[in-house]
């Protein structure tokens, strides 16, 4: 930004955006999608894009970036590059050879240097799969959530007290439970989930993260992210027994029809909405679900989508809604809006 305000001060030139493609690979071409490709839409003739380096525009090569420049200086706008302050017009791209030679060097060094970089980080991740096919602790970023790094030991163990949260889980799978009825159970308990799914500032059980817990083999001490999984690389949460156990359990669960209330509403099927015509379906909220006289409502099955014909419409459908309560003899029709 330093180099861009003192060129605009001393050529006499008026900085009138920025534009950063920060994390977007120049080397795969990704930055000329991202905030690059909106600004050189928005080139008029006469502008000027300053541009740190030939590599900020393309490292793909000389042919990539030849044909980059022809796209903006076609447009009548100059390409300035700040290292060396080149100005590179549509006159000077196509006659000047010391203009296309520096251009060209520019380029094939950035896509030169790029390549040996993306070649040293393969090789590093190799070595890391090829240190994990061996069995040997490699500390990485992702473990599974009920493991920590020990610095001390050098090898993940066991946070136990996480640990004892999934073995609940695995306890109430073999017992019956499905997913959506131990997501309830914790949410009653009020048991701190174990792992963020969504909203990191705010964590909540839900049924994918409980589903991936307990579907992952990663469990009893697989590594499941290579093919085939390596055997015996994690320490293990629960025994092999209860792990199969839990997955018996879950596929009988799966053939089960299962109904997302906890009484039957006369009205499911049958009523529709009066806005957009398709039918109300249950919608049961998960706060509801710990207290002795539930509420619950049927809602348009549009609720969360945009109207039919009109793509400008909010997200949800104000169509009609059924709200009923769950007493303990069964279901009383509180108001239909």
């Not at 499911?268 to 207290?291: D, H, M, P, Q, Y």
Request: include cysteine.
């Amino acid at each position: 930004m330093a180099l861009a305000t003192d060129y605009c001060q001393r050529h006499g030139l008026e900085l009138a955006d920025k534009f950063t493609d920060s994390g977007l690979s120049a080397f795969k071409g990704k930055n000329q999608a991202g905030q690059l490709g909106k600004l050189i839409t928005q080139l008029q003739p006469g502008d000027h894009l300053l541009v740190e380096d030939t590599d900020r525009l393309s490292r793909q090569g000389w042919v990539s970036i030849g044909r980059l420049l022809d796209e903006i200086t076609s447009k009548g706008a100059v390409v300035v590059i700040l290292r060396n302050e080149l100005k590179i017009t549509a006159d000077n791209l196509n006659r000047d050879m010391g203009v296309i030679m520096q251009t060209v060097m520019g380029a094939t060094l950035g896509s030169e240097e790029s390549q040996k970089k993306s070649e040293r980080i393969a090789a590093v991740y190799e070595a890391k799969r090829q240190a994990i096919r061996q069995g040997k602790a490699t500390k990485m970023n992702r473990m599974p959530c009920w493991l920590e790094w020990d610095d001390e030991l050098e090898k993940p163990v066991l946070n136990e007290a996480k640990a004892a949260i999934v073995r609940q889980l695995f306890e109430l799978a073999c017992a019956g439970q499905g997913i959506l009825a131990i997501v309830r159970q914790m949410l009653s308990q009020k048991v701190p989930p174990v792992t963020v799914i969504g909203n990191k500032a705010k964590p909540v059980w839900s049924q994918t993260a409980v589903r991936r817990i307990l579907l992952n083999k990663a469990a009893i001490g697989f590594y499941t992210v290579l093919d085939p999984p390596v055997p015996g690389y994690w320490p293990p949460v629960v025994s092999d027994e209860i792990f199969y156990a839990a997955q018996a359990k879950l596929n009988v669960a799966k053939k089960v029809k299962s109904h997302t209330g906890s009484e039957t509403n006369l009205f499911t099927s049958l009523a529709v909405c009066g806005r957009c015509g398709l039918n109300l379906i249950w919608a049961f909220e998960l706060g509801a679900a710990v207290k002795t006289n539930h509420t619950g409502k049927n809602a348009c099955a549009t609720k969360q989508k945009t109207l039919p014909g009109n793509p400008a419409a909010p997200r949800r459908c104000p169509g009609h809604k059924i709200w009923w309560s769950a007493a303990s003899r069964g279901c009383r029709l509180k108001r239909i809006v």
